[in-house]
């Protein structure tokens, strides 16, 4: 007995060691290394509060951006994985530009095959899978197919407009997200899959329905799968844990083989998403050389890398096609819808600058004479440019990016001295960071496009500003993005003024949590214009 009772505790004890022994384990990297650091909570990391929603995203990688603020990098934790904080723009350029080939991926959990719409992903891609594929997709979003696609998005933009000026003064009283996501719902209705739903008149309609299903991630079941991908990712894929369940994505993936299979077995040709991946698929879509960066293109729009030009022979399956149809859905509808309503909140704050946006609308509406808006005459309002641009930077669509380190890679700390990440390390960008850091920028909390004009942007350090991403994996959708926004406040603003109500939160407080969401929604006002 007293045998049996001594092994137990032994047990207990060396059980007991092992589990601490795996709690702070590589804890000590970062002082080991010679690198400040913000001190992580047991399993939880450095952003244990975070999790647990007593802070958001957006203080989270301030706080930890402004901790040190002489340092070029800063340790973290999430969870137990080690992150290296990037806060010297030329770093960021030697990794994700310079050195891509050890920087080349994201950090992801996400298995192909359990999960194949977001598995397949261009965002999700890694290695030479993600270099084909993005090759592959790359001519679809150059200036030309942007030209394509203006009129459906112009059409959308038009029919928004025009459902408000028949609408009560009440009804033109609303929460703005909830109503770009609408627009941008129907945005890539039509522009990816040649459907008409008008999701203002028909707020039920299944398209609208499926979306707003597949982007909430906000119960505590799903936060409980992410939390247990990141920590258990082995287990998890052996559980067969997924982060969106099958049902949620059923619908969408009919839609997508419905219609290519009609389209194909009809013959029927429409200047949209679908189109040009079944010109992919046929291996008639090319990149042209000529198609890089021009005069005209909004000074937030990102140019494709040499990586993005090479020739790709690969043929792929339906579902690889369909992810990217997927995930440039999930983009569309919710990244753009939460750009276009931080923009409507800094015009209605700012009522001079949304004066001197009125009168360039105006002005290019005169020059029309009449005559439905043109891409070229959208790509040439500077002004526009600038106030979206700059509200890019205060609003940015993600506060971070990441690099997953591919083989062991040499960097420098603080004092000098050289350390090594190993492969598997994770770098952080800290989009945010960089957006309000006053090295960078004047009044980095003031919201002011004058950054942008003609006399003040070359002095922006451009390494410092990345909405949509940095190096070759970049945001590929950038163009399609800035154009629908640019789009809809073109014929919101030619007939009506954006103002605030008592249900405006001033100034704007976000959601705690992951989300780049307002705690309160951005509850403003359309107001008819009398011209």
């Known amino acids: 007995m007293v045998v049996t009772t001594g092994i137990i505790v032994v047990a207990i004890v060396w059980l007991g060691n092992k589990i601490y022994r795996w709690i702070y384990e590589g804890y000590d990297l970062f002082e080991n290394l010679g690198i400040k650091f913000i001190k992580p909570a047991p399993i939880l990391g450095s952003n244990w509060r975070l999790f647990f929603r007593k802070t958001t995203l957006r203080e989270t990688i301030l706080n930890a951006y402004n901790a040190y603020p002489d340092a070029s990098i800063v340790g973290l934790f999430d969870m137990k994985q080690p992150i290296f904080m990037i806060r010297d723009p030329e770093i960021v350029k030697q ?9 080349g991926d994201h950090r992801s959990v996400l298995d192909e095959k359990k999960e194949p719409l977001f598995g397949n992903s261009l965002v999700n891609l890694k290695g030479q899978k993600w270099r084909e594929m993005r090759a592959t997709l790359s001519p679809i979003f150059t200036g030309s197919k942007m030209r394509q696609m203006f009129e459906l998005v112009s059409e959308i933009g038009a029919q928004i407009a025009e459902y408000f000026k028949n609408v009560t003064d009440e009804e033109r009283h609303l929460e703005f997200k909830e109503m770009f ?7 890539i209705a039509t522009a990816a899959f040649g459907i008409e739903v008008d999701s203002l008149k028909n707020k039920q309609n299944e398209f609208f329905v499926s979306a707003k299903t597949l982007m909430d991630f906000s119960s505590f079941w799903t936060i409980l799968r992410f939390m247990f991908l990141f920590m258990f990712p082995k287990v998890a894929k052996f559980l067969g844990i997924r982060l969106v369940p099958e049902w949620k994505t059923k619908f969408f993936q009919s839609i997508v083989t419905e219609t290519m299979d009609y389209r194909e077995k009809e013959g029927i ?6 189109h040009l991946m079944l010109q992919l698929k046929k291996g008639m879509l090319k990149l042209n050389n000529n198609e890089t960066k021009d005069s005209n293109d909004s000074f937030a729009a990102v140019e494709e890398s040499e990586l993005g030009r090479v020739v790709v022979r690969r043929q792929w399956s339906d579902n690889e096609l369909m992810a990217q149809c997927f995930i440039f859905f999930l983009a569309g509808f919710d990244t753009s819808s939460t750009a276009m309503s931080f923009l409507a909140y800094e015009l209605a704050i700012n009522k001079d600058i949304q004066e001197k946006l009125i009168a360039e ?3 290019v509406n005169e020059d029309l004479n009449g005559k439905r808006l043109t891409y070229d005459a959208l790509q040439k309002m500077k002004y526009l440019d600038m106030v979206l641009t700059e509200s890019l ?9 990441d690099r997953l380190c591919l083989k062991d890679y040499k960097l420098k700390n603080d004092q000098g001295v050289e350390f090594t990440m190993k492969k598997d390390h994770v770098a952080w960008i800290p989009i945010g960071g960089f957006h309000y850091d006053a090295k960078y920028w004047k009044n980095p909390e003031k919201f002011d496009p004058e950054r942008f004009s003609d006399e003040h942007k070359s002095n922006v350090n451009q390494g410092a500003y990345m909405p949509f991403g940095v190096g070759p994996r970049n945001c590929i959708g950038s163009r399609f993005a800035l154009m629908e926004i640019k789009c809809a406040f073109y014929y919101l603003l030619l007939n009506f003024t954006i103002e605030t109500t008592e249900k405006t939160q001033i100034p704007l407080q976000l959601e705690k949590g992951f989300a780049q969401r307002p705690e309160k929604g951005i509850w403003l006002k359309l107001e008819k214009r009398n011209k």
């Open 269 to 274: 040709v429409r200047p949209d998403l679908i």
């Open 95 to 103: 990794i994700t530009v310079k050195d891509f080939d050890h920087f």
């Open 361 to 363: 609308i105006d002005q």
């Open 393 to 401: 930077r205060m609003w940015a669509p993600a506060e971070l990016t």
């Open 181 to 187: 996501s609408r627009f941008t719902n129907d945005v």
